[in-house]
């Protein structure tokens, strides 16, 4: 396999409404947009075809394969990218997961991380969220390799524990993705935070895909998209409005800088 060295990732903040259609149709159209400034892997948000929120889980939970991964696997075979597919309800026999689908550039699945660390949270007076009252959590390690570095794979809260990207980097990966989608509350404590902290600590690339903000939603993602160096740098970073932001990851500052 030739190694190449600098290769272009993509982070698509994208707007998510309640129809599922609408988002998959937006999500299809922001990875050809990418794809066509030289993205050779694109990441998708969090909860991508789906409002975030226990209440919706169930109501947009899909089987995979199913209507919105066959729909991720003709966008990544399309545009001939390694496409992570944010996050999506899935449904296995009854049980409900945080998923996140990975497609290469044959459009193949080439993994499916389910979310390991749920989000229960309760801070009194700001905000109380518990993914554990309709989710089960997964219980697998998730990399996948590319032509220019192995990439390990997170979902939002399993970027707050740090083994896990220890144990992502001693494996040989040198970029970890993590769709999330920090609220008003945490997202301007700790989502920068946390991630210059994972990458200067395991001397990575980190980068995160959140949904962008919409101030109508029952829960309302802070945004900021952001990818980070390994010497924690914040190298490109969005607002809260949907956009797509572009990183040209450099595989050889890595080796000689960190």
Known sequence: MTVLLIFRLAVVQLRVTKVKEDNLRRARELVKEAAGQGAKVIVLPECFNSPYGTKFFPEYAEKIPGESTEI???????????????????????????????????????????????????VPGKIRFQESETLSPGNSLSM???PFCKVGVGICYDMRFAELAQIYTKRGCHLLVYPGAFNMTTGPAHWELLQRGRAVDNQVYVATASPARDETASYVAWGHSMVVSPWG?????????????????????LAEEC
């Open 72 to 122: 991720l696997s003709e966008a990544a075979k399309e545009n001939g990218v390694y496409l992570v597919g944010g996050s999506i309800p899935e449904d296995d026999g009854g049980r409900l997961y945080n998923t996140c689908p990975v497609f290469g550039p044959d459009g193949a699945l080439l993994l499916k991380h389910r979310k390991i660390h749920l989000f229960d949270i309760d």
């Open 144 to 146: 996948f390799d590319t």
């Open 233 to 253: 740098e914040v190298i490109s970073k969005a607002g809260a409005e949907e956009t797509v932001v572009y990183a040209d990851i450099d595989l050889q500052y």
